[in-house]
């Protein structure tokens, strides 16, 4: 009975017969304040949390305690949007209050804007703990990843010395050249060591739609592109567009100062990024560029392809994500995403987990298509 109170909850469960005390009512009065119909207003949403910022702060520092963090994620995100808290999260008390999560930097860097001066170190103290368990994550996965990419794509280049071949890999890469007559292995291809040089090896652009849509992908994309930047052996480009198009490759450095360098939500103009990306990119062959976007194409469609098709006609490693986020299906512009597809620029989703995986694939020149194919759960 203690169990179907709980779920049930209020007038609901009063024939249950089960009182709540302890914990248990504490947490059944946090869920009636958001889930809760009495006292509701239009529409039938709980107005227990009421409209003011101390109250709604106590509310999120109760949860915090009787909850999991992951519930508790889903209830401040609940709480925005059914009881309508985005002015709230204005306010510096709020914003202490809070968990950080995802959701909730997407959330107020759509509010970037309109931040009050003090509530905007707040702010920026949330952002500031989900980039540094983001980056805890991926970062080491990521420079891994590439390292090895990068030493195996250097592998692959013929060797001009004796004392350059790699003789066990070289051996193993033509086993199928044996000549039983000679009892010898006839080496069609060398394959040297992957010596590894400070100079740049490969150029990166992250091009990344800012419209609110993207603000999960935008967050991820902010991250890796600091991961990469400090990786001496790339140079790595991000540029974030709606209807224009900012340059934040200065910023890469510090993830929560480039994300409060974006600006969430407006139009799409993909063409217009493709073709700042064209001006960024002096050694096509070495450039791999990652457009991240739901193809919503805003601008001139026929010319946006036509660019696309450009940059792999140059030799750029180029690749389209519908959403770089582990949120499930994404929605976009199927019908973008096959044209681009059909111009030799694959275009999928691709989780944050999954990411560094497609930099050493893109590095190595492989089949992106068939790696997505390969990758998919």
């Known amino acids: 009975m203690r169990r179907w109170r709980m779920v049930l909850g209020g007038e609901a469960a009063e024939s249950t017969g089960a009182a709540l005390a302890g914990d248990d009512a ?19 949403r709980g107005a227990g949390l009421g409209a003011s910022a101390p109250q709604v702060a106590r509310w999120l520092g109760d949860i915090r305690t009787l909850f999991p963090s992951t519930v508790v994620q889903v209830m401040q995100k609940d709480a925005v949007e059914r009881l309508d808290l985005t002015r709230l999260l204005l306010e510096p008390e709020m914003l202490e209050a ?47 990843a590439v390292d090895g990419a990068l030493d195996r794509s250097a592998r692959r280049r013929r060797p001009r010395r004796a004392s350059e071949i790699d003789w066990d890999r070289t051996i193993r890469a033509n086993l199928p050249h044996y000549v039983p ?25 992250l091009c990344v739609d800012q419209s609110g849509s993207m603000a999960s992908s935008l967050v991820y994309a902010g991250v890796f592109g600091a991961v990469l930047a400090s990786m001496p052996t790339l140079r790595t480009s991000l540029v974030v567009f709606d209807t224009s198009v900012v340059d934040l490759t200065d910023r890469l450095h510090d993830p929560v100062d480039l994300l409060f360098g974006s600006r969430l939500g407006g139009g799409t103009d993909i063409n217009r990024a493709l073709a700042y990306c064209e001006r960024l990119i ?11 976007s739901d193809l919503y194409e805003g601008g001139a469609r026929a010319e946006m392809l036509r660019r696309a098709a450009a940059l792999t006609g140059a030799g750029t490693q180029v690749v389209a994500l519908t959403a770089l986020s582990d949120q499930g299906a994404p929605a976009f512009d199927h019908g973008n995403a096959t044209a681009l597809t059909a111009l030799g620029v694959p275009a999928f989703a ?28």
């Open 26 to 44: 504490k947490m059944d009065g946090a869920l009636e304040a958001l889930y809760g119909t009495r006292g509701a207003g239009r529409g039938g």
């Open 98 to 144: 809070v968990e950080p999560d995802l959701h909730l930097v997407g959330t107020l860097l759509s509010l970037n804007q309109v931040l009050p001066e003090r509530a905007r170190e707040s702010a920026r103290a949330v952002v500031r703990t989900v980039v540094r368990r983001l980056e805890e994550r991926l970062a080491q996965r990521t420079r891994s």
């Open 181 to 205: 007559s000679h009892r010898t292995v006839v080496p069609e291809r060398l394959i040297g060591y992957g010596h590894r040089r400070r100079a740049v090896e490969r150029d990166i652009v």
């Open 282 to 292: 002096t050694r096509p062959k070495e450039t791999v560029l990652i457009l991240i």
């Open 350 to 377: 691709c989780t944050p987990d999954a990411f560094p995986d497609l930099m050493a694939a893109a590095i190595e020149g492989r089949d992106l298509a068939e790696w997505a194919e390969r990758a998919a759960p």
